[in-house]
Each structure stands twice: as structure tokens, then as C-alpha cells.
């Protein structure tokens, strides 16, 4: 009986991790309410108007859009704030309203190209110039490259809890042992890839502190803010449950009597 406990056990913790990776990647492939509420990164800008009208003597007009079916990436207009998975990214006019760009296998974290290829000509020309280069969410080719880096690693330890899960099914000391290989190897792709979005993330809302210089004397903050999303979380979750079915999965393959 406890043999049966101990593979029960280990199949539920790598059928929860599974499970969570799955809803992982159905994040942002759509704005129906699950794949909405699920993504690694956003970028709210939706205090960027107020900024550069304290910076700028012109009147802000045409900055964003409320059409939540316009096209990303074609100077429509910024959409309130941006969310971003492992297939799309997403921008919203309000919490629920919005459109998604093209599917990508492995999307590019690029949250600065997306947020000046919205704006109207003139002023992607005014915030090119105003945002520091030196800034991480500058460095397109870093955050790009970095995060399908991280993709790949998730999508094989996803792979990998799955796996770990159907060959567990199976009661035999050997299937035991498949499932603790695939369960170490699954576990350590989902940290590196936790760990890659996790360190983008933090280094992208370095942005969050940027003040602008206004006239006369003094600064405001700059209306634009990164924060990580419930996918990174459910990424990190399912990596805690993968690592801790590798010691019943071990266990079994070493001491189960079928």
C-alpha cells in the first residue's frame, strides 16, 4: 500500500506540473478569458501620456487608440498596456478589450518594439530620442534572443513532465526509473527557463524607476512600468511540483514489488 501511495503521489505532482505548463503556453494566443489572464510580462503604459505631456509644450493627441480591433504594429495607436507569452503578445485598450499580433513559435520578448511600432510616426520619433539607450528594454536583440532561449527550454521540460507522467502510469521498477530521468531533466529545463524570464523581467523594470526631466526644474515619473505576470509564477509552480515527484518517483524505482 505504501508503494501505491509513493507512485500516486509522484503521478499527481508531474500531472500538475503538465498541466500548468500547459495552460502556460495557451497564454496570450487569444483575449478569451483563460489566455488572457496568463502571461510572463506586461508592460503598462498607460501613465506614458501624462509623462510626455509634462516634457514635451505640444498637445498629446492621437497617442493611444480605443479601437481594440486595430492591428498591432502598424502606428494605430497605443494600446493601454501589453502582455506578452511563449506565442504572442497582446495589447489591450481597457482590462478585457483588445487584439493579439501574429503567432510565433517561440515570440520574441520585445516589449520596446512593440510599444513604439503602435505609436504614431511623430511620436515614436520624440520617444526614441527621450528614452535612455543604455536601458534593458532597449536592447532588443538581448531580450529577444534571451527569451526564445527560454521557450525552448520550457517547451522540452514541458515535454519532458509529460513523459515523466505517462510512463509512471505503467507499474514497473523500469518505467520508474524512465520517469525519474524525465523528471530531473524536465525539472532543471523548467528552472533555466523560469529562471531566463525571470532575470528579463527583473532587468526590464529597471524602466519602472526612469524619471523624465520636465521645465521648469524637476522630473516626473515616466508613465511606463514592467511587472511578470501569473504565467512566470505557474512556470516556477510547475517546476516545484516536477522536482518534488523526482523523490517518490525514485523511491518506487527502487524499492516497488509489482
Known amino acids: 500500500m505504501r508503494g501505491e501511495l509513493c507512485v500516486g503521489f509522484a503521478s499527481i505532482l508531474s ?19 483563460v489566455p488572457r489572464g496568463i ?28 479601437n481594440a480591433s486595430a492591428s498591432l504594429g502598424e502606428s494605430a495607436g ?13 495589447g489591450y485598450v481597457d482590462q478585457k478589450n483588445g487584439t493579439c499580433g501574429n503567432h510565433t513559435i517561440g515570440e520574441q520578448f ?13 511620436y515614436r520619433r520624440i520617444t ?6 543604455n536601458i534593458t528594454i532597449r536592447d ?21 513532465a509529460g513523459i515523466a507522467f505517462i510512463t509512471g502510469i505503467a507499474k514497473n521498477n523500469l518505467t520508474f526509473f524512465v520517469s525519474s530521468i524525465f523528471a530531473i531533466a524536465g525539472s532543471i529545463l523548467l528552472l533555466i527557463g523560469a529562471a531566463i524570464w525571470t532575470v528579463l523581467v527583473n532587468k ?20 511606463i512600468e514592467v511587472s511578470a505576470g501569473p504565467g512566470l509564477f505557474m512556470a516556477w509552480a510547475a517546476f516545484a511540483c516536477l522536482i518534488v515527484s ?11 514489488r509489482g
Open 110 to 122: 520585445k516589449p520596446f518594439d512593440a510599444m513604439i511600432s503602435d505609436m504614431p510616426d511623430n
Open 39 to 66: 502571461y510572463f510580462a506586461k508592460l503598462n503604459v498607460s501613465g506614458y501620456g501624462d509623462a510626455l505631456q509634462a516634457a514635451i509644450p505640444d498637445p498629446i493627441t492621437n497617442l493611444y487608440t480605443t
Open 128 to 133: 526614441v530620442n527621450l528614452l535612455p539607450t
Open 78 to 90: 497605443l494600446r493601454l498596456f501589453y502582455e506578452f507569452g511563449l506565442y504572442a503578445h497582446c
Open 140 to 160: 532588443t536583440k538581448y531580450l529577444g534572443q534571451s527569451s526564445k532561449a527560454a521557450y525552448w527550454m520550457l517547451l522540452l521540460g514541458t515535454i519532458a
Open 15 to 33: 500531472f500538475a506540473s503538465l498541466l500548468l505548463m500547459i495552460f502556460v503556453h495557451v497564454g496570450q494566443i487569444n483575449t478569451s478569458t
Open 246 to 256: 523526482i523523490v517518490p518517483y525514485m523511491i518506487s524505482c527502487c524499492t516497488y
Open 204 to 223: 526590464t523594470a529597471a524602466l519602472n524607476d526612469l524619471l523624465l526631466q520636465v521645465q521648469p526644474e524637476g522630473t516626473v515619473p515616466l508613465g
